[in-house]
Structures are given as C-alpha cells and as structure tokens.
Nanobody
Framework: QVQLVESGGGLVQAGGSLRLSCATSGSIFRINTMGWYRQAPGKQRELVAAITTGGSTNYADSVKGRFTISRDNAKNTVYLQMNSLKPEDTAVYYC???????????????WGRGTQVTVSS
C-alpha cells in the first residue's frame, strides 16, 4: 500500500511563508513526477507546481516567483516553499505522485489526504 502524507499547513498572515512536505511510504519501485495541487471552496482542484525526477519544474502562473517546489529523491519526499502568501492562496493542498510499485507495474496516480492552508488578510 502506497501512502502520501502531507504536513506543514496552517494559518498564516498575508505576506507570510509556509513550507509543505509530502512523505511517501509503502511498496515503491520508482516515482516519476511529484507535485502539489490545491482546491479552494467551490472551485476545482488545480495544479500548483510539479517536478520531475530530473528536477524540471512547472508552476501555475498565479504562484510563479512566490512558490518553489523541490524534492529529495533519496527520501521520496517533495516540498513546497510558499512565500509572500496571499488570501487567495487559501485552499486544501494535495500532494500527488505518479508511482510504479514494482518492476511489472505501470505508473499509477496517488494522492495525499490534503493539508489546509489559510492565509488571513
């Protein structure tokens, strides 16, 4: 069983910073892309940032220059450093990864349960 567990969410004032972490566990052969999505109340889940095994990154326009995604391949962990937070960043943030469980499996999509980030004005 593969699990993704997020941590680091919380309440912060506008202009502040938070760092999210997502640790993976379970039967994992290889991880491809890892990323962060978010979902605000009444809105669809959207991509925030993603990073490949080789370190190539992709960001939503709304967070470029403020958020930084990184990963530790040895620990199968992905991070999201969020600076200059705005009230519109308030959402539940979900970790995502495409994981191959063994040599004979295809890559499947896995999600964490989410962590709440609330930015007050």
């Amino acid at each position: 069983q593969v699990q993704l567990v997020e941590s680091g969410g919380g309440l912060v004032q506008a202009g502040g910073s938070l760092r999210l972490s997502c640790a993976t566990s379970g039967s994992i052969f290889r991880i491809n892309t890892m990323g962060w999505y978010r979902q605000a109340p009444g809105k669809q889940r959207e991509l925030v940032a993603a990073i490949t095994t080789g370190g190539s990154t992709n960001y939503a326009d709304s967070v470029k220059g403020r958020f930084t995604i990184s990963r530790d391949n040895a620990k199968n962990t992905v991070y999201l450093q969020m600076n200059s937070l705005k009230p519109e960043d308030t959402a539940v943030y979900y970790c995502h990864a495409t994981i191959r469980r063994d040599l004979y499996s295809n890559y499947d999509h896995y999600w964490g349960r989410g962590t709440q980030v609330t930015v007050s004005s």
